[in-house]
Every structure is written in C-alpha cells, then in structure tokens.
C-alpha cells in the first residue's frame, strides 16, 4: 500500500502561486511514477501532470504547460507540483497519485490522495 497526502491548497487571486506537496508513505515511494490530477465541481476529474521515478520524463496538460511544474523528491518520498500564473478555471481539487506503470498513472492511477482545494479569485 501507498498513502498520499497533498497540502499546500489555499486561496489565492487571479496570476498568484501556489505549491502543493504530496507526501507518500508506505511502500518505496522511489519506484513510483506520480502525478497530479484535478476536480472542478460538476467536471471529471482530469490529468493535469505526470513524473517517471527518476524524473525523465514529464507530461502535462496543454492548459498548463508553461504555468505548473511538478517536480519530486525521492529522498524526502514527496512529489511537488508549483502551480503559477493561476487562472480563475485552475479551481479545483488537486489530488495526488501513484502507480508503477507510467502510462497508467496518466490514466488510471492505483493510489489516490485525499485532495487539496485550490481556489482562485478573480
């Protein structure tokens, strides 16, 4: 089993920043790739970004390139995702995942954080 908890959520306005950290538990976080996904209210639940173990390879959403940057920290078992220049439509519940197939954690992740709400005024 793996836990996630995420942190970091907040209210922010419109162009401000924010980071959300997840920290992992359990079994060796290091073999992991992760990602972060997000919830609008009345949306599905959508990828937002995605990390290999040893950092690699990334992927994001087009929405969010050149804004969000996820990053991890094998050492510290926590994967981070810094999120700038936020957008009133970046509103969401920002849930961290796992699983040790890369191509699936984009998709279908095993493991789910709890979520950590991000809102941005405008």
């Known amino acids: 089993q793996v836990q996630l908890v995420e942190s970091g959520g907040g209210l922010v306005q419109t162009g401000g920043s924010l980071r959300l950290s997840c920290a992992a538990s359990g079994r060796t976080f290091s073999g992991y790739p992760m990602g972060w996904f997000r919830q609008a209210r009345g949306k599905e639940r959508e990828f937002v970004a995605a990390?290999?173990?040893?950092?690699?390879?990334?992927d994001y959403i087009d929405s969010v390139k050149g804004r969000f940057i996820i990053s991890r920290d094998n050492a510290k078992n926590t994967v981070y995702l810094q999120i700038n220049s936020l957008k009133p439509e970046d509103t969401a519940v920002y849930y961290c995942a796992a699983d040790l197939s890369y191509t699936r954690v984009k998709v279908a992740p095993h493991y789910w954080g709890q979520g950590t709400q991000v809102t941005v005024s405008s």
């Open positions: 990390i290999t173990w040893s950092g690699g390879t990334i």
